[in-house]
């Protein structure tokens, strides 16, 4: 069973910097196993859950929302456990609880949320103005 685990999540003012962090397991890549994605997603109240980031380890791609292209980067460690997320130049906009989620499987839709299987409980990240 794929488990998830977010943190780092923080009040901060607008122009400020959070790395979140979401500790990965029940799953192992060794070139043998199903291809898989990692993505960052967000909610903000009374709003839908969107994709921000989302990662291709087999491949080292990259997809990031056009509201984060720039300002956020999604990484994994090189034990592939962790993925982060570094948030530069963070925007009020930016605000909501950001969710871990994984998926098996190629997919054409990297950050729509439905594609994704596996959540984990999520990290609350407020900007300030």
């Known amino acids: 069973q794929v488990r998830l685990v977010e943190s780092g999540g923080d009040s901060v003012q607008a122009g400020g910097t959070l790395r979140l962090s979401c500790a990965t397991s029940g799953y192992t890549y060794n070139g043998f196993s199903p291809a898989y994605y990692l993505g960052w997603f967000r909610q903000a109240p009374g709003k839908e859950r969107e994709g921000v980031a989302s990662i291709y380890p087999e491949t080292g791609s990259t997809y990031y929302d056009a509201s984060v292209e720039g300002r956020f980067t999604i990484s994994q460690d090189d034990t592939r456990t962790t993925l982060y997320l570094e948030m530069n130049s963070l925007k009020v906009e930016d605000t909501g609880t950001y969710y871990c989620?994984?998926?098996?499987?190629?997919?054409?839709?990297?950050?729509?949320?439905?594609?994704?299987?596996?959540w984990g409980q999520g990290t609350r990240v407020t900007v300030s103005a």
């Open positions: 989620a994984h998926r098996t499987g190629v997919t054409d839709y990297p950050l729509t949320s439905t594609e994704y299987y596996y």
